[in-house]
């Protein structure tokens, strides 16, 4: 797996470099957001949306998820949507009172 | 090699014959998941808190300092860039890239809660912290949103303390060869967790700092 | 046995109980990774503290028939909180995994320890100090915690009683269930002999499975609530305080979100052991192997969606009254396929009485009785009349002590003659059995009984409309607790005195059976490897 991709050395050092800009960029652009109170109402998950994609980089390139078998994958999927639905049915009570 | 031991019969993990990389990954990433839920229940309250008290939450964000907010961000991204570089060094035989790198992520931790002791002591010293009496006179909401930025940038603040603790031991073990070419794991699971706690705080910077 | 010919590995080895490595003595033991070790301990704490359990429960009993004659107001709470605290947390909730997990899992998927035994070893070294830490909070100041196990808010955080140091203590064992949790699930996906696929693996395995993902994903919740505990009493911050606009209700949602699957991580393995005893005792292959193995996977992941149904009564929306309940009636579901499945697997069979069936056979029925009333508490209606009341305290007692205690006793009957190498008397042990089945109905059927009538729980002193069926239910304690004694007496004899037992005395098909009693230090001569029909032969 790995073995390819260290053997090919200027391609592995570059990739983190593109993702560490991506990932200065879309700061910039979350920043830029909030200070112009673009999107306006939408604003909260605007920048939640932009979080998620900055923390898919870091899993996917950083973290390497992107090599790993469905078995990680697939495990991690689980763990968030654990936590997905037990803050969704803490809201079934906390919305509705 | 290492197989895909779920789509295949026929698995015998190596435990005679060496250690087992993917076995010590997958036990990684399980701690993360671990860490993901206990930061998770955190998030829980934070989101039924301000969704019961909008107004006072993005005031709260407003008193926030952006600068040094977004200083932080980029020095935790900075870092997990530096750690990221260290193990693909080391799986190129670059012992010595790999050490700078190792310490460049200690030193941007470091500077990390370095800026957050000066956002905290600003705010102690106005006369806002857990229980004081200024904080009591506030509304609830406001109460809430500032229990909540202690209590969560402190919990991340202990968990960037550990990497940076962790780091520095592999650098010892980089230093004397434990880590090496051969030998990566560790380093690895210690960038993973790295990785992690850079994410929660990728999180925490919007709600804290950027809620309009 | 036929099908295990092929795994019989060479006998050779000395048995792991024998001295080898570093240390001797008690550290030989204390700084083993071993498994086994490891296994045996655990197995010897957790009886330990469920024997103190079951003695201040017995004194909970003697005070509710004479209020303030042994013990006051302020000292009843302190009891039933600490029987709740050292019965969950330091017997059950551990309770299968470390023990019978941790020795036969490797075991049975034909390795020789697990993913990371060092960290197996930290496991036990945080249960051991988390329990000290626990029972530290008891005696200091003389002021053990009295919030009840649940340490609701706000009591918890205002009660003067050591609640910080308890709630720390659990906090430690917590980790222990997390690493637990964590080195079994990569034990089984990594670890298993060659041949042994996913469909070949030991029910009993996939119930460790299931309950180590419930382990690592519902435990951290519980962790941030003590957190959140201790920093209301220490530093003052109001998560769960409504003057400081926070929710007390939150709180529970917070703390049920983990301990009801706790009760999974109770049930499931109990439930393995059961799929593993009735196909030994019935000379019979298990009816549906994959329908168990689904239905385990579904309790797990349905059983992590129900913890509103301890809280109808709280003040939750109706939303998610309706919610909760509704699902709560989902996760019956596959409890009863298991019930019909294990039945199914008696039907001409070829059925040996003896007591590892006794008690999984008592396990089906008690477990069958707590599950039905578990239906009648998970409707909304129903649920206003008798939460708060013994009808839950019989249920969860049912539950967990018919249900996952004799499914340890099963367990430990069963696997005593593998680990130790030695018989036990039959006779005595279904002796203990009848005492134990009989006072166990006693006692806790009355509760019922009480409950229905509006008995309510948690109370120094009950009104005396309830004191006739409270005596009946004591009575039931003292037969029950008789029915320890002879069974602990029995296996704790045979220990020393006992005649050596062979490698299968029941004829078993699982790979604990093909290797020694006790097992050699290194589990097998050579790893076996799995052919076509293993687990499933008639």
């Known amino acids: 797996m790995n073995a390819e991709r260290a053997s090919r050395p200027e391609t592995a050092y570059v990739r983190y470099v593109f993702t560490w800009a991506l990932l200065l960029a879309l700061l910039i652009l979350t920043i830029a957001i909030a200070k112009l109170s673009l999107l306006a109402s939408y604003s909260v998950i605007g920048s939640l949306f932009i979080a998620t994609v900055k923390a898919g980089l870091v899993l996917m390139y950083f973290m390497h998820l992107g090599h790993e078998g469905r078995i990680v994958k697939g495990m991690l999927l689980l763990a968030v949507a654990a936590l997905f639905f037990i803050i969704a049915l803490t809201f079934s009570d906390v919305w509705f009172r | 090699m290492e197989r895909n031991s779920d789509t295949e019969s026929i698995v015998h993990a190596g435990a005679e014959s060496g250690i087992d990389y993917t076995g010590k990954k997958i036990g990684m990433w399980l701690f993360l998941f671990t ?79 370095i800026i957050k002791y000066f956002e905290w002591s600003a705010k102690i010293s106005n006369g806002i912290y857990p229980d004081s009496q200024l904080l009591l006179d506030m509304g609830k909401g406001d109460i809430l949103f500032f229990s909540l930025y202690f209590v969560m940038t402190g919990i991340h603040g202990i968990h960037v303390l550990i990497g940076v603790v962790a780091i520095s031991i592999m650098l ?13 794991i560790r380093l690895e699971n210690t960038g993973l967790y790295w990785h992690f706690v850079d994410i929660v705080w990728i999180y925490l910077f919007p709600l804290f700092y950027l809620v309009t | 046995m036929a099908g295990l010919e092929p795994y019989k590995a060479a006998q050779q080895g000395l048995s792991f109980l024998h001295e080898s490595g570093k240390y001797k003595g008690i550290l030989g033991w ?23 359990g079951v003695t201040l429960g017995v004194l909970i009993r003697l005070s509710l028939i004479a209020p303030g004659s042994i013990l006051n107001a302020q000292q009843y709470n302190e009891v039933f909180t600490v029987h709740g605290i050292i019965q969950i947390f330091l017997f059950i909730i551990p309770g299968i995994p470390v023990a019978f997990g941790n020795f036969f899992l490797p075991i049975m998927i034909g390795a020789r320890d697990v993913a990371f035994p060092r960290l197996n070893r930290l496991t036990l070294w945080l249960y051991l100090a988390g329990a000290a830490i626990v029972l530290l909070s008891l ?44 080195n079994f699930v990569t034990t089984i996906h990594r670890m298993r002999a060659p041949g042994m696929g996913w469909f070949r693996l030991p029910l009993f395995v996939w119930t460790l499975y299931a309950t180590g993902w419930v382990q690592i994903l519902a435990t951290p919740v519980l962790a941030i609530t003590l957190v959140f505990i201790v920093l209301g009493r220490v530093f003052g911050v109001g998560f769960f305080d409504p003057s400081r606009g ?63 149904h301890h809280m109808f009564t709280s003040g939750m929306s109706d939303t998610a009254r309706i919610i909760f309940s509704f699902i709560t009636f989902l996760v019956a579901v596959p409890s009863g396929v298991k019930v019909f499945n294990w039945v199914a697997t008696l039907y001409k069979g070829s059925i040996q009485v003896d007591s590892p069936l006794l008690f999984a056979l008592s396990f089906i029925f008690l477990f069958s009785i707590g599950g039905l009333t578990g239906l009648i508490i998970g409707s909304l209606a129903p649920n206003l009349h008798v939460h708060g009341t013994y009808f839950i305290v019989a249920h969860f007692h049912y539950v967990m002590f018919g249900g996952v205690g004799f499914a340890i006793f099963a367990g430990l009957h069963y696997w005593f003659p593998k680990m130790f190498g030695r018989m036990f008397s039959e006779r005595i042990a279904k002796t203990g059995w009848a005492f134990l089945f009989v006072g166990f109905n006693v006692l806790y059927f009355s509760m019922f009984i009480l409950g229905y009538q509006g008995m309510p ?77 293993f687990y499933g032969k008639k």
């Open chain 3, 30 to 52: 204390l700084m083993s990774t071993d498994h086994k070790r490891i296994g045996l301990m655990y197995l010897g704490a957790l009886l330990s503290f469920f024997s103190v």
């Open chain 3, 457 to 533: 729980r948690r109370y120094f002193e009950p009104p005396p409309q309830y004191h006739g069926w409270s005596v009946v239910s004591t009575i039931g304690s003292w037969l029950l607790a008789a029915g320890i004694i002879i069974i602990f007496s029995n296996l704790i004899r045979s220990l020393f005195k006992g005649p050596k037992a062979p490698s299968n005395p029941w004829g078993g098909r699982t790979l604990e059976w093909s290797i020694s009693s006790p097992p050699p230090a290194e589990n097998f001569a050579e790893i076996p490897v799995i052919g076509e029909g």
């Open chain 2, 172 to 184: 010892v073990y980089t230093w004397r060869g434990a880590v090496s070419k051969n030998s990566f």
């Open chain 2, 35 to 113: 860490e993901l839920l206990f930061f998770g229940g955190m998030f829980l309250l934070y989101s039924v808190y301000r969704a019961q008290y909008p107004a006072e939450f993005h005031a709260g964000a407003q008193e926030e300092n952006l600068l040094l907010g977004s200083i932080n961000t980029t020095v935790l991204l900075t870092s997990s860039f530096t750690i990221a570089l260290a193990i693909a060094a080391i799986r190129r035989g670059s012992r010595t890239l790999s050490m700078y790198m190792q310490l460049m992520t200690i030193l941007f931790g470091i500077c990390f809660l």
């Open chain 3, 246 to 308: 926070g929710d007390p209700i939150l709180y529970e949602h917070l703390f049920w979100a983990y301990s009801h699957p706790a009760v999974y991580i109770m049930v499931l393995p109990a439930m393995g052991i059961i799929s593993e005893v009735m196909p030994t005792f019935a000379r019979h292959k298990i009816f549906g192997y994959k329908a168990i193995v689904y239905s385990a996977l579904g309790i797990a992941t349905v059983g992590y969606f129900v913890w509103g």
């Open chain 3, 139 to 182: 005696f200091i100041k003389g002021e053990p915690p009295d919030t009840g196990w649940t340490f609701y808010a706000p009591y918890s955080i205002q009660t003067k009683a050591n609640v910080s140091l308890a709630v720390l203590g659990v906090f430690v064992l917590g980790f222990s269930s997390i690493f637990t949790g964590l």
